[in-house]
């Protein structure tokens, strides 16, 4: 089974600065992929970066970056230059390749709050 | 075009009642997800149509829960003898096709039901 674990429910950080949120995930699997998602106070979950497990390099989009270790099964987000909008939850989550359902699992998620 | 819809926003009932939940995907998207989402957690799989056939029901946490989708666009999540655990927010999510992680999932802003 795939479990994902996010160990800070709740970070801050000054407008204009960098944070970074933590995910470790647990898998047998050799070939999978990775997500962060965003969900703001309206609920709907949008799509922040994907990683896919077979590529060394670190995924980016703009400001967010990971930092993908794969032995370590490590997979957090670098956010840079941090904006009020950033404010929302954030979900590390995890798909099987082989999965021919495309199901996530998700994990408990990190209350970012940007300060002005 | 419009994005997943999700209808009520908020559904209030009481114990032992019957309800439905439903999901309107983005047009054309033959792929459709429900997930559950208990407070501070994150979302949890249900489950996964192709179409109007429900590829996978394994999510389903018992016989009080069944989904349809019969001509493969809404879909409603039904909910029978509801319980005070069953309260949470559901998600509804649909991707163009299944079967890739390439074919991003897009989420509605979910249904919250309290059951009393």
């Known amino acids: 089974a795939q479990t994902v674990t996010q160990s800070q429910p709740e970070m801050s950080v000054q407008e204009a600065e960098t944070v970074t949120l933590s995910c470790t995930y647990d898998?047998?699997?050799?070939?999978?992929?990775l997500f962060w998602y965003k969900q703001p106070p309206s609920r709907q979950m949008i799509l922040v970066i994907r990683?896919?497990?077979?590529?060394?390099q670190n995924a980016t989009e703009n400001r967010f970056s990971v930092n993908f270790q794969k032995a370590a099964k490590s997979f957090s987000l670098k956010i840079s230059d941090s904006q009020l909008g950033d404010t929302a939850m954030y979900f590390c989550?995890?798909?099987?390749?082989?999965?021919?359902?495309?199901?996530?699992?998700f994990g408990t998620g990190t209350s970012l709050t940007v300060i002005p | 075009g419009a994005g997943v819809s999700q209808t009520p926003s908020n559904k209030v009932t009481e114990k032992g009642k019957y309800v439905e939940l439903r999901c309107d995907p983005i047009?054309?998207?033959?792929?459709l997800y429900w997930y559950r989402q208990s407070l501070g957690q994150g979302p949890e799989f249900l489950i996964y149509?192709?179409?109007?056939?429900?590829?996978?029901d394994s999510g389903l946490p018992n016989d009080r829960f069944f989904a349809v989708r019969p001509e493969g666009s809404v879909s409603t999540l039904k909910i029978q003898r509801t319980e005070r655990g069953d309260s949470a927010v559901y998600l509804c999510?649909?991707?163009?096709?299944?079967?890739?992680?390439?074919?991003?999932?897009?989420f509605g802003p979910g249904t919250r039901l309290t059951v009393l």
């Open positions: 999510a649909s991707s163009r096709t299944g079967g890739s992680p390439y074919n991003e999932q897009f």
């Open positions: 898998t047998s699997e050799s070939n999978y992929y």
């Open positions: 990683q896919e497990a077979y590529k060394q």
């Open positions: 989550a995890f798909m099987n390749r082989l999965n021919t359902g495309n199901q996530f699992y």
């Open positions: 047009s054309g998207h033959t792929a």
């Open positions: 149509f192709q179409g109007t056939g429900a590829a996978d």
